[in-house]
């Protein structure tokens, strides 16, 4: 499992630390992809699979299927650590997400997300003004099924 929030700072060669305490968990090499709400994913290699699976019962006679499929699998790529925790990240995924310099790390249980910090305070700042609410709805929802 993935938790806490790391401040980090893209260098000039566009490259990343990951945080010690997620690397065990990430192994030899794992997935980096565009993520959901204007942030890039990383999954462990174990984690993208298990994803897949359930991804491989959506409906493809379905437009927002094939579109999430796409986008996700076409920005996916396979990234290794250098030898000091770094990772690389490519132009085409940090710029449609305005990763340029300040970034947060964030555990997001099973993945781990890379946010631009402008982007991450706005989203945490709206998200926490709604946090009991959601929860609440969420509480709910699992009670139902």
Known sequence: MFIGEYQHNLDAKGR?????????ELHESFILARGLDGCLSIYSLKQWDKMFEEIDKLPTTKKAA???IRMLTSTATECTLDNQGRIQIPAFLSK????????VVI?????IEIWDKATW???YLDASNSFEEVAENLNDLLHNE
């Open 16 to 24: 990343i630390v990951v945080p010690g305490r997620f690397r065990e």
């Open 96 to 103: 449609p997400v305005n990763i340029v310099k300040e970034c």
């Open 107 to 111: 555990g997001a249980n099973d993945h």
């Open 66 to 68: 094939r579109q999430y």
């Open 121 to 123: 305070d706005s989203y």
